[in-house]
């Protein structure tokens, strides 16, 4: 038998370390966002430069934030941008907005399927059909999978 192949080095991992019930993501520090400025987005609105106040809702997103109020103030937004848009106009919206901002929409329009509301369902599916258009089966995979949450 070789030397090497009775190295104890490789024991160095601590497996209780990995123990998914002990699990915190490095990441997971609120990096003090405090959402999209409703000001600018519902000046925008009544401007009804909807696509400019999509892409301002979308731009500061509380990705990061633990602040459960934060997030539902930045979900109240969006959705009021969402339904304020025409259906003729949301796959123009949308071609604005860049890869991420995308994204980010597609998982304000998730939420807002989990959380429905008097005639948003047909609004979301409308935006969920040209986002999807747009960024492909990539972007729900994204949605779905990652850990931060609007």
């Known amino acids: ?13 601590d497996v209780d370390e990995l123990d998914e019930n002990k699990f915190q993501d490095e990441g997971d520090e609120d990096s003090g966002q405090s959402g999209p400025d409703e000001k600018e987005v519902n000046d925008l609105l009544l401007q009804k ?16 934030s633990k602040n459960q109020a934060v997030k539902d103030k930045a979900f109240g937004l ?4 969402l339904t304020a848009v ?16 995308q994204d980010v929409l597609m998982k304000y329009i998730y939420r807002g399927f989990a ?3 008097e005639g948003s369902s047909a609004v979301l599916l409308t935006w969920h059909e040209k986002v999807l258009a747009s960024t492909g089966l ?11 949450t609007v």
């Open 138 to 148: 990539g972007s729900i995979v994204r949605v779905l999978t990652d850990r931060k």
């Open 86 to 101: 025409k259906s003729a106009e949301v796959e123009k919206a949308v071609k604005t907005l860049d890869k991420n901002e």
């Open 1 to 13: 038998m070789s030397k090497s192949s009775q190295s104890t080095k490789f024991r160095g991992v």
């Open 49 to 64: 430069k909807n696509a400019e106040a999509l892409k301002a809702a979308l731009t500061n997103a509380p990705i990061m």
């Open 115 to 117: 959380e429905p509301t």
């Open 78 to 81: 969006v959705m009021r941008v």
